[in-house]
């Protein structure tokens, strides 16, 4: 199935939505707004409204305190070097996209943490559980006499 996202119940939509692409002149969704509408699948919620946008702040929130920030960016400092740096997205973010709906169900907070918990768990037990497993006994290092 497609993820399809609606704007036109965000407040001026056409200017919280877009931007101009300073080295192409083309129109081009907000990186925010692109976000959200990707994360809405993470996150289980298929709008924000002023009702909900504290859940869609937790949900965010944990995910990053997980994952690592969502937002990336790049910066030029005094000297003319680029770097890119990383930072949260924020419920001061969020906002300007009351309005938003997105094909996807919501579901309650209880239902879920339990299916991010799940896919942490299971996350854990695939990657990082390897990493921490000790050495076979075959394969330690000899001491060298």
């Known amino acids: 199935m497609s993820l399809n ?16 692409n300073a080295e192409t002149g083309e ?6 707004l ?3 509408v990707f994360y809405s699948m993470v996150v289980d919620l298929g709008e ?4 909900n946008i504290e859940e869609w702040s937790f949900r965010l929130w ?11 960016a790049k910066v030029t400092d005094d000297d003319g070097n680029e ?5 949260d997205l924020t419920e001061e973010m969020i906002r300007p996209y009351i309005g938003l709906r997105v094909n996807v169900l919501s579901t309650s907070r209880a239902k879920w943490k339990t299916r991010f918990f799940k ?4 996350d854990f037990n ?16 000899e001491s060298s006499q």
């Open 126 to 141: 695939s990657k990082w559980r390897r990493v921490r497993l000790p050495p076979k006994e075959d394969d330690e290092c």
């Open 83 to 87: 770097s890119m740096i990383e930072y």
């Open 5 to 20: 996202a609606y704007y036109d119940k965000i407040e001026n939509y056409k200017e919280v939505c877009y931007r101009t």
């Open 48 to 51: 924000i409204t002023e009702k």
């Open 34 to 36: 692109q976000t959200l």
């Open 62 to 72: 944990l995910y990053q305190r997980l994952n690592g920030p969502l937002m990336r």
């Open 27 to 32: 129109q081009e969704y907000e990186p925010v």
């Open 119 to 122: 896919m942490a768990d299971q």
